[in-house]
Structures are given as structure tokens and as C-alpha cells.
């Protein structure tokens, strides 16, 4: 007997089939196929042959694979009893429940007393599927690794794109060739962490940004995750996601995964993209209130590190409120006796030395100033220098002769008493003062992998959230080490990386944008000189480079010069002009000839209008500026583009290209395909293009 079953979105078709009750597999991944499909057949026709050298059956690649159906590859589960004996289940139909959208099929061992469950839900509007697995049993078992739904990859992809990077260098994409064996990520920080975003791409052959088949998944998990694509001897592919191998610490009588997030594009990886984006954007994350526009941010970080002074901080609010800012975040140096990194991590309280009256006048001059108040926390961690470890050093998590990080431990956040501790402390604070935004830092990795640890943050913010609903969150770790669809069910915004550097954030920016929207997505205006690159650079290249996010600034507002200030001024206005339409656009990655231009097009979801980023990020090898073709466009529609930074035109461009001298009317055919003469920049310089249907 087969069973069948499929599930659609308007782009995609996931078809899964089962013989003789075993677990069922998936059949087939990619775009839609007929409504009236025969998908028996389907099954019977991809089963592939059998030669000299295998056994006389191909073990099912399942959605979770079975080392007792002798399968050839690295299995969807590896499960023991609580003394360590190892056990091999071979799981047999149950059940399956359908609704539109949704599916859930159930598989048990009734010798081993277990039971396996996998969720499937698509999302229309995003083309996005989403699974989850779990297994239960009637006594506590040892989990070392359980699998998301396991999911065939491509045969015709010859490599696929991960995710590597460091703090102040995030989101390196890292592309491997297909081959037989494992190419395998086995993140062991605790976190989502830099180097390890649990992202995976799998272009098939000739895709590029803009056309082509491909395939993308998302691991939605905080506590660091596990990655396996391998190709088996029978040429077969499977991709495997999960919390990282032995981060379940404790026996347990049931085991869950994360949701991965699954999407295939026609229309090269942009479409993926976009999934993506919109998925995270207008199902995922929960705003505290959606029609709000997202806010010109300020942070003064940079500007004043420990150093709090109250006069002081007046007058830098007063002139980034000028410069245009509505929110005014306070960093790290607030509380306890914090004034450097070596202590008070856990005493949540308000530095009297540097606030005699609390924070309520300062808070008072902001709002006075038009802005809206945030403060940094960093609650999972604590100095051992301070009130918190010295009453309890048993909260610490991991042994008393682990290395420190930053100068910092992290406490136990499986500790019922210790979240408590938390919140009340955090609570306080917010609860205290006219607080509508927390920066969430997380500036150390685990002493090690503990899938405990993750659930505890989730409780805690999620008790928090439910406690101050309009306080919206952000989700920091020393920059991007905690980005990922779990923590943004729970968060409004990320700090994509300690970096202001404006020529490695856009780089960073580019590659993010493979998940992230905009409206997620902080990109702050730093100083002048770079404090984490030593680079100066313009401030015009800073302004736009910021602008082509969630706008902020990160520096001494008071070190502008007029020039600077006025520029910043036009900037940030042109932003908030458009930041409604520009929230819910597409960001679409641009292909291009020249490697030294990172380029993109953020396109409004009615396709009415565009704005395209184009950004010279150094000296290209040839002397004139090739053609950057644009993407999405209606071919037959007409469109009105225009330089929206013309003035930044300097004396080397000596040439006549329409874009220069003013306005133009194109087809979006001509726009794709022949596409837009820019003039000729400098290094470390950004093309604003702005574009209307007609």
C-alpha cells in the first residue's frame, strides 16, 4: 500500500509518499505540479533502480532516516536509554490528520514505547512551508540528535551556500561543492552565533540572483544548531537541521526540534529571499504597535561607552533629535557600578553616582525633545565582580574554572529562580520609567551546547513581553550572534553587527537580505572614524548605507561639521519619506558584471515603485561603470527613474549617461535587459536611483 500526500503554495509543490507503513519521504520538492497529479504514480516512478553492489532495496530516505532499515547515511535520529543503551527504532503509520495547509503525520515503535510526529504548514502569501518534529516515549529517555523533517536537496545543484563570519563580519557566505559525502555544521556555541547562521541555499545549476531554479532553508533556533548535507553512494541528497548534536542535557520523556523554514524559487535566489522576508516580517514577528512607522533610532554607544554624564547626554539628545532621531536607546554603563566591562553584569539597578534621581530627568528631556526612551540589558550574564554572584555563584552555568568571556559568565537560564530574579529585576526597570525599547545584549558564547539554556531565554522574554506589551525588543549578541526566526518570533529588530563601518555593513546588509527585511534590520550611522575598522570615511556614504535599513545613528552627533550635519539632515529626511512603502518592499539582490558594486533593488510589493542601492564598495578593473540591470519590473510598463543623489556627481565624471543629466522614461523590458548607464564614482561612494510605474 502507498500513501500520498501534498501540500501547495502558489510557487511551490511538496508531495510526500509512504510504502507499507514505513515513514514517509519525501517524493518531490519544486514548482507546482497539476492539481490532478497522479501521485502513486509520482511515488512508483522516482524509485530508483537497483545494481551489482547494493542490497536489494533502497532504504527510504525518510523524513527521518532509520538505522534499522539499514539506510546508508547519517540517520534523522539518534535516541538511548537514560543508561546510554542505544536504541534503533523502526517507526510504523499511525495516523495522519490534514486541514488546508497542514499536515501532521504520526509513526510509533510500540516495542521501544516510542512515538514520532511531523508537522508540515504552508503560508501562501509567503511561499513558505514550515516543519517541525518530535519524539515521545513512556519513560525518560537520552536525546543526542533529533532532525527536523529531513528534506531531499536538488540532483541538478553542483554546489550549495552556508553561512560563515566573526563578529564585526557577518553573513560570509561559503560556497561548497556537491560531492559524495557531508558537508556538516555542528554549531557547539550556544547561540546562534557569527559564524554559524543556520541558513542553507541550494542553487541549481545557472541560477544567479535574479533567474534560475533554487532551494533555501532556515533553522529557527537561538541555541545553536547542526547542519548536515550529504550526498549518499546511490546519488541521493538529503539536508538534515537540528539543535546541535548533544545539547540535551537531561533524560526527557519528549524531544521537539524548531521549525526549519523551506522555500523554492523560480526566480532565482531572490525569490527565496523574498520568502524569507516576508514571512519573518508579517508572520512571525509581532509588532506592539504594527502602524507605527519604525522609528529613526539613536544609540549612544559610541559615543560615551561607561562614561554617563547627564549634562552631557542632554546634549547629545538634543542634537541627534535635530539631526532627525525619535528614539534614544541608553547602552551598556547605566547600572550598578558599571563603569567598564569588568563588573555588575547582574545589578539591575540604577547607578546612583551617575543618576542621583534615577533616570526620570533624562528621560524627560528626551521626550521633551520629540523622542521615545530605550535601555540596554544584558540579562543571561554576570560579572563575577558583582552583588548578584557573590550572593550566588551557584547560578552560574558550567563549571567554576571555565575561561571567562568579555570578563562575564552566564547564568543558569533553566533556573526557574533565577528567571524569576531576572524578570523582577528587569521588570522594575521598565515598569519604573516610560520605557518603550530594550536592546537585548548577549556578549559571550555557552561554556557549552545546552538546549535548556535557549528555552530559558525564550521564557523569560516572553514573560517579559506579556508584562510590558508595547516595549519592543532587540536582539543583540556582540552584534549578529543571535539572528535567527526564533528569537524574531520574540523581537522586532536585530543589531546585524557591531560593525558601522559603512563598507562592511553593506556587504553584510547584501548578504543578510537572503532573510532579512528591512524592517527588522538596524543599520546605524557610525563616527566619522571607524571605531572597529579605523577607516574614515564620507558621511554621505554612511548616511546611505544606513538608510538602506532601519535607519540609525551610532556616534557623537556633535562631531559633525555643518557640511556633515546637512547631509545626514537630507538623508534621514529622504528615509522618512519613504520609510511606510519602503518597510514592506522586496529587496532584491542585483546581478552584476562587476564584483567591487554591491547593488539591490528594494521594490514595493504593488510593484509601483523602486529604489535601487547600487554601492561601490572599491576601483573596479574597468574604467567606465557597466550597465546595472534592474529586476521585477513590469516589461511592458513604463517607468519614471531619477538620481535622487545627483549632487554627489563629482568632476572625473565627465560623460553625458541620461541617468546624469536629469530624469528618464523606460520599459520595465528595457530597464531588465538593457539596463542603466550610471555615471562614473569614486570608491566608497553609493548610487541612489528612485523609480515609479507610470
Known sequence: MTRTWRLDTPRQTLVLGARSDRLAEVIY??????????????????ELDVTGGMIDRNPDLSICPETSRTFPGQPGMEIAEADGTPLAPAFRFVSAEEAPGRLTLSYADAALGLRYSAQFETTADSDMIAARAAVEADRPLRLNWLAAPVLPAPQNATEMIDFAGRWIGEFRPVRTPWDAGIRMRDNRTGRTDHAHFPGLILPCRGATNTRGAAYALHYGWSGGHRMLAEELPDGRRQVQFGHAAHSELAPASRFETATLYATFSDTGLN??????????????????????????????????????????????????????????VLDDGWFGLRDDDTSSLGDWDIDPRKYPEGLGA??????????????????EMVNEDSDLFRAHPDWRLGPADQIPGRQQMVLDMARADVRDHLFGKISAVLGGCAIDYVKWDHNRVLPAPDGAQARGFYALLDRLRAAHPD???????????RIDFGVMRRAQRVWLSDSNDALERMRIQHEAALFLPLAV???????RHCHTSGRNLDIRCRAWVAAQ??????????????????????????WKANRDWMRGADILRLDHADPTLIAEEQLARDGSRFVVFAGRAASPAQIAPRPLQLTGLEPAARYRVDLANRAEVVGLSRGTPALKAGPLEMSGAALMQAGLALPWSFPETIWVIEGRRL
Open 29 to 46: 520538492w519544486g514548482a507546482n505540479l497539476p492539481e490532478n497529479e497522479d501521485l502513486a504514480v509520482l511515488v512508483s516512478a522516482c
Open 271 to 328: 525569490g527565496c529571499a523574498t520568502s524569507f522576508q516576508r514571512h519573518l516580517r508579517d508572520h512571525l514577528v509581532t509588532w506592539p504597535h504594527p502602524d507605527r512607522p519604525r522609528p529613526v533610532h539613536y544609540n549612544c554607544w559610541e559615543a560615551i561607552y561607561f562614561d554617563h554624564d547627564i549634562p552631557t547626554l542632554r546634549q547629545i539628545a538634543d542634537r541627534a533629535a535635530a539631526l532627525g532621531a525619535e528614539r534614544f
Open 362 to 379: 533624562l528621560i524627560d528631556h528626551i521626550h521633551g525633545l520629540g523622542m521615545t526612551f530605550g535601555i540596554w540589558f544584558e540579562p
Open 471 to 481: 516595549v519592543e525588543f532587540e536582539s543583540c549578541s556582540s552584534g549578529g550572534g
Open 521 to 527: 534590520t538596524g543599520s546605524h550611522v557610525g563616527p
Open 549 to 574: 535599513r532601519h535607519m540609525g545613528f551610532e556616534m557623537d552627533p556633535r562631531e559633525l561639521s555643518e557640511e556633515e550635519a546637512a547631509v545626514l539632515k537630507q538623508v534621514t529626511s529622504w
